[in-house]
Structures are given as C-alpha cells and as structure tokens.
C-alpha cells in the first residue's frame, strides 16, 4: 500500500499499555483519512451511549493523505470524538505541522483510550510510545507547552497538540492546539482533560513513500503556482477577516448576540484595519503556499503585547458579536483564547449571551465576581474588559460566571432557567449545543438547513451552503423545493476536502471555479499518484457522501432523531430591525419543510433515518446492520 | 569565538519577512537529493523561532569554510569558483565535527547513512536550486551578501528620499 502504512495505533491510558490494529485497503478506500477516517475509527472504539468526559470516549486522529508530501494545503489531520457540547460526533480538522509528523511516525492514525490517573504528555517516537508525567505543564498555555516539551526532548522538531488551561478544567468549549492551528470546535480540550493528556506529541522520522512520487511533483507544482494567482488572493492578503465588510454589507454579521447584521463599527474591526494598524506577519499551516493566516499584534496601551492569529470567525464572535469596536481589546480576547485553548467562535458567542443576559438584567454586576474584580464588573456590550476579563474566567473556570460559561450557551441557559425561571434559552446562539458561526441564516435559507441538518451542529465548514445563498444562485430570503438538494449537494463537497483533507482555499486553483467538475479529477489525479489507486470523479464525489453519511451513522447510534436538526430561537423568531435581513426568521413551517426535502434528497426516511439497502450500497454493510432501516 | 566567515560566493538566503513557515522548501530539497519525501533530510532547514518569526537556513559557502577544516578526515572539499562545499560519502565517518564547527546549523547527518550532508545549490539540476524554484512567496533566492547589501541600500535609500 502507497500513501498509508496500513497500521492504527492504539493507546490505553487506563492500562498504559498500547497496541496495533491492521486495517486492509478496501476500509482506507472507504474512510480515506481526515474526518472521515477519524469519525469512523470512534465509530469503531467508542462505548456507545457514554458521556463525553467518561474514559470510554476515544480520541481519535487521523492522518492525511497527502501529509509530508509537497500537495498544497494538504497537511492536515482530522480529529473526532463524542462532542462534550454537542453529545454528537465531534470531528475537527487542523492544519498543523502535527499532521505532518503523525504521517512519518508512520501511524494512519491514532486512538486513546481510557483515562491517565495522572497527568500525562504521551510522546509517539516513531514505533514507541512514551508516557511522560506532564504535572509540570499544568497551566501552561498551548505555547508554552508546545515549547516546553520540545526543551526536555531536546528536538524542535517534535510536535505537539495540547490542551491550555481551558482543556485542563473541562471547560466544554476548549480546544486542541497545535503550532498556532486549532482543532477548534466541539470540545475536544474537555475530553483531553477528562482522560489527563495535557499535551500528545509526535516525532515522524519515516519517509512518506507514495506511488508514483514524479507525477505527484509535477501535478504538486501546477497547484502551486495556481494558488499564487487570483484565486487565493482574497486569503494571501487579507484572510479570512476580509468577510467583516462583506457580511456587513449583507447584512449577516452576528451584532450584539445576534440581534442584528450590521455593525456600526465594522469598519473599526475589519480585516482592513487590521491589516493597516495591527497586522505583524502573515505566516502559513503546513505545506501551505496560500498563507492566509493573520497574526495581530498590539504594540501599545493596556493591551500591549498581545499577539493572536486572527480569523474571521475569531472576530465576529470577540468584536461585533460582543459589541466591541476596539481592536487592541478584541486581539487580547483572541489571543487569551488561542493560548489558554478555547475555541474562539464558542466562547465569543457564550460571552454575548451572558452580555445580553446582563443588559436585560438576568445578570447583576455581583454574578461576574472575580479575583481581578472582587466586586464584580459591568457586563455590557462594547465593555472591552468584561469581554478580555471573561475569557480569563471561562478558562480557569473561575467564579460563578466562569464556571457558568464554560459549559456553553445551552448547558448555561439551561442552569440559569431552571435556577432562576427565566427564558435565556430564547437568546442561546447554538445548534445541537454547538455556538453559531458567523454568517446570520435569518436571510441565509440554505445555509439555514445546512446548519440545522449539520452532524457537528452550528458548523459553517460542514455545510457550505451559504454559497448559493450569498452567490445569488437562489433566493436566500425564501426557500423553494431545490434547497434539500442543495444543502445535500454543498455538505457533501465540503466533506470531500474535510475528508483528504485539502484546506477548502485552494478549492478554485484547479480549474478557476469552485465546483465539482474541474476539481474532482484533478484529486483523483492526486489520490492516484500518491496511492497508486484508480479513482474518478466517481469515487472522488463517494468520499464526501460516505464521510457524511459515517457522521449521521454515529449520531443516529448515539440517539438522534429529527428535533435535534432544529436552529436556535432567536432565529425563528427575533426579526432583525435594521440593514438587508431586517424583517425576516426562518419559520416552523419554512424549517420542516426544509428537513423533509433534505432527507429525501438524501435517500433517508422522513424521520431522518438511513434505510439499509443506501448505506450497503456505499459499501458501509457493517453499519447498515447496526443503524439501517 | 569563532569568526563568523562571510562569503564572496552566491548560496541560499531566505528573506524572513516574505518567508511564511509553509516548509516546502524541505520536500522539495529531500525528494531532489534522495527521491523520498522526507524533512528530515532536507539540506535546507526551516526555523519557527517565533510566532512570527520563520525562515530557512543553508549552506553559506563561507570563506575557508570552518566545516572544511574541521574535517578530520578531509571528507569535505570546497569548489574554489563556485564556493560550494562538496562530501565524499566514501570519507565521510559521520563525526559530526563539520556540524560543530558551523555557525549556521547548515550541514545535518542523514538518518539512514549517519553521513553528513549539505547544500549544494542543486549544481546537477538545470533550473538551479529546487528549493529556490518552489518557494510560493520568493523568499528564497540564490545570491552573494554583496548583492542582497546593494539591494538594502537601495530600499533604504527608496524609503527615504521617496518615503515608499
């Protein structure tokens, strides 16, 4: 076998001992890598039904398959368990140079198992495995860390994926970090630090062996000179934090809580000023000759030295979204989440909650008691330091409130209804318990469904149908009998970049257009110089539709049923007052209607449900007879 | 303390301000000089010394180059025109003392001969240096500290007289 070594590795914390699984060509066929293969390897190791933070739980990585090979944007690896927010699969993706040295560790991937007594930094060296005490790294940021850990095993060239101070405390919204990169969403920290693995680091000293390495260069270089043109411009120059005037003008920039789409002061907080005031380099992920990432750095004033990397979602969720027009404040916040390991867009959209809590006078100056404010403070929108102040408490779990926001928006305003019979809920920016992205569905129909169908929840790069919403392809203020195929159609292509995975960037340097038709055979051509198998469109377009159906398999088993594809209140019923989306919800009828042409588009029964004869037809016979109807 | 040599020869230099991390310049060197995708046998190495601080690193074709005379067993010779330093396998014991004696961490031991390996600036290849060739944001350039001083001047000079 090319492209893989054919061998998971297997590691009980429980036990200490670890073990290699063989796996044979036709699953790799199957599961490929990334998300898919990682969403699979839990299917395949979780205690079906377990609570998120129970030792039954796996951690499950998975590899790339073009990591360590000169492939643009493919040095990724995928990572899955029970989300501890959403009681779903949780599968994040990370562009890291961990993906790269699992890959030459010579592991397809890696499953933990169990749960450490004591803290512990597992180091995989190749074919051995380590268990190193890790007390001494208790609180340390992802950084320090990362940078610690590489002192005592004197090699800057081990990597590591860590858990900050957020992870240690099981706040459910922490992350894993790696080399600047997040596996970002879903809680995955919480787990990490329900089992006591402060940090998994990697050495990969392997070559990559592919199959036909002299057409994978050539075909590696073409890419690359085409990520370098007008494709990626928008990314190489700005980022992602470009979106800030776009949403803005669309009027889908989450404000205040979601209260409305536009944002006064967007200007203030837009990629732009960014890249004029505050902007310090802009550096790359693995294997990435785009390079969009933009780091922010703070020179001056009470946030001085501050230095994150800022992302489009990071701002939305910190500066809009929480009323702030301050960029010094918003790079604190940002960066406060980036080093103590909370996954940025969760907690800007926990924060806003608990911001609107207080201006609607749930919450009283006395709820947000801390160390730095034995008195409490004032918690309103625009308040740079509530918002800094709070993303301290959230991670140290510090105080009533950051004790209270770390479980999320829905476990939160579960607690503070029942505590004090109030209707927080209503204001609770989540889907499946996951926080909302950055992109308003009130006038995004589409990508309404996309979200409320999502397996991780409120997830825009699982669902890419904003694309025909924003493209104009379809009406977004209505919706209409194309958008079950539709929202079928863009989670499936989003799944296949997810799956090998490819960063979704380079998505139009293929052939100029970000569609299946130029794409899919240029991958196919990838996938084959580097495995020495003989894909087509065909099975390149499977790899999404498998990938998405193993996720919806995995939930189904942990018990979904159609009300858990549902959107968050306000927006279905909270009508914005002003800009473009003002005027509009997405109604009860607008949403069953949605789900019921979705399911059918996906070939599943009205309840949601996968029939046996659909998942044996994608060669998944074993999970048709544990989930197939 | 060693002097640092300077060069009046041409080798790889990375600007950091361009470089951004991405690490491609190590495929490319390992799969050109030993057919395998391998970082770690890179001639070229990439540093991440800070958030925002990466570059990558070469052989810098010093003048009596320290490494040449460390070598005890005259493994390493240096091209009198072009600068760059070549390895006899056949010499070559693996000691390391070439690595101790250079200043840029240019010269690494590859993991499966255990012999020492550096940059040659790819003199076999006719487009020249691969890693030069590849490089997304031209960071890297095959030039002589002479030429890079000339060219400080002039930006220096540009961004004082015509403040661009």
């Known amino acids: 076998m090319y492209g893989y070594s054919g061998k998971i590795l297997h590691i009980d914390l429980t036990e200490r001992k670890t073990w290699v699984e063989s796996k044979p060509e036709a699953w790799y066929k199957l599961y490929i890598g990334g998300v898919s293969m990682a969403t699979r390897l839990c299917w395949e190791n979780i205690e079906v039904g377990c609570d998120p933070l129970d030792p039954g739980n796996p951690i499950c990585m998975a590899a790339g398959v073009f990591a360590g090979t000169p492939v643009a944007v493919g040095g990724k690896y995928g990572l899955a368990s029970k989300s501890p927010l959403t009681g779903f699969i949780g599968d994040s993706l990370s562009g890291s140079w961990t993906s790269v040295a699992l890959k030459r560790t010579g592991w397809d991937g890696i499953v933990v198992h169990g749960a450490s007594e004591e803290w512990v930094n597992v180091f995989v060296d190749d074919d051995k495995v380590e268990f190193r005490n890790a007390d001494h790294l208790l609180g340390m940021t992802t950084t320090e860390t990362e940078e610690t850990i590489c002192e005592e095993l004197a090699d800057d060239q081990v990597r590591s994926a860590t858990i900050g101070p957020a992870g240690e405390n099981l706040a459910r919204i922490a992350n894993v970090s790696n080399d600047g990169r997040k596996a970002g969403r879903t809680g995955h920290g919480a787990v990490w630090g329900s089992k006591k693995l402060k940090a998994l680091s990697l050495r990969g000293t392997h070559n990559v062996e592919v199959a036909d390495p002299d057409t994978l260069l050539a075909l590696a270089y073409d890419i690359q000179q085409a990520s370098q043109g007008p494709h990626t411009q928008k990314y190489r120059i700005l980022g992602t934090s470009s979106n800030v005037l776009n949403m803005n003008r669309l009027g889908l920039l989450p404000t205040r809580n979601y209260q409305e789409g536009v944002f006064e002061d967007a200007e203030l907080v837009s990629g732009e000023y960014l890249h004029e005031h505050y902007k310090a380099k802009t550096i790359a992920c693995a294997q990435c000759p785009i390079a969009c990432e933009q780091v922010g750095h703070v020179k001056e004033g009470p946030y001085e030295g501050a230095m994150g990397h800022i992302e489009y979602e990071s701002l939305y969720a910190l500066a809009p979204n929480c009323g702030l027009n301050h960029f010094p404040a918003v790079i604190q916040a940002i960066t406060n989440c980036n080093e103590f390991g909370l996954d940025t867009m969760s907690t800007g959209v926990t924060i806003s909650w608990a911001l609107e809590c207080y201006e609607r006078g749930i919450f009283t100056k006395e709820d947000f008691k801390c160390a730095k404010y034995p008195e409490g403070f004032e918690a309103n929108f625009g308040s740079n330091e509530a918002v800094v102040t709070l993303t301290e408490m959230i991670a140290n779990r510090e105080g009533y409130m950051g004790d209270l926001l770390a479980e999320g928006t829905r476990r939160a305003s579960a607690k503070v209804d029942q505590e004090r019979g109030t209707e927080t809920y209503q204001w609770a920016m989540n889907i499946k318990g996951l926080e909302a992205p950055g992109y308003d569905a009130r006038t995004l129909k589409t990508f309404a469904l996309g979200l409320a169908a999502g397996t991780r929840g409120a997830c825009h790069n699982r669902t890419a149908a904003y694309d025909p919403d924003i493209k104009g392809q379809v009406d977004r203020f209505s919706v209409d009998e194309t958008r079950g195929g539709l929202a079928k159609s863009t989670e499936e292509y989003a799944a296949v970049y997810d799956t090998l995975p490819l960063c979704k960037f380079i998505r139009r340097c293929f052939t100029g257009k970000a569609d299946r038709a130029g794409a899919w055979p240029a991958i196919a051509k990838l996938i084959n110089a580097t495995t020495g198998w003989d894909f087509g469109y065909d099975e390149v377009d499977l790899i999404g539709e498998r990938a998405h159906t193993i996720k919806k398999a995995f939930n189904i088993r942990e018990g979904w049923t159609r009300e858990d594809d549902h959107l968050p209140y306000r927006w279905q019923h909270d009508k914005m007052k002003v800009g473009p989306s003002a005027g509009y919800v997405v109604t009860d009828e607008e949403l069953e209607y949605l789900k019921d042409i979705y399911y059918e588009a996906k070939g599943w029964t009205k309840e949601g449900l996968i029939p046996k004869e659909k998942l044996i037809a994608l060669g998944m016979d074993d999970v048709a007879e544990e989930i197939g109807v | ?164």
């Open chain 2, 1 to 164: 303390m060693p002097t640092i040599s300077t060069s009046k020869y041409q080798y790889i230099t990375c600007d950091p301000n361009k470089c951004v991390g991405c690490q491609l310049c190590e495929y490319i060197c390992s799969y050109t000089k030993t057919g395998v995708f391998n970082t770690y046998r890179s001639r070229i190495r990439t540093v991440r010394a800070h958030k925002i601080l990466m570059t990558a690193v070469a052989c810098r074709t010093c003048e009596d180059a320290p490494c040449v005379i460390a070598c005890p067993r005259s493994a390493l010779t240096q091209d009198a025109v072009t600068g760059i330093i070549h390895i006899d396998a056949s010499r070559c014991d693996g000691c390391a003392w070439c690595i101790e004696a250079c200043d840029f961490g240019a010269i690494s031991i590859n993991p499966e001969t255990k012999l020492a390996e550096i940059c040659d600036q790819c003199e076999d290849e006719e487009e020249g240096p691969q890693c030069v060739k590849w490089c997304p944001k031209e960071a890297l350039e095959l030039t002589t500290p002479d030429r890079r001083a000339q060219r400080s001047r002039r930006k220096l000079a540009i961004e004082e007289v015509l403040g661009q």
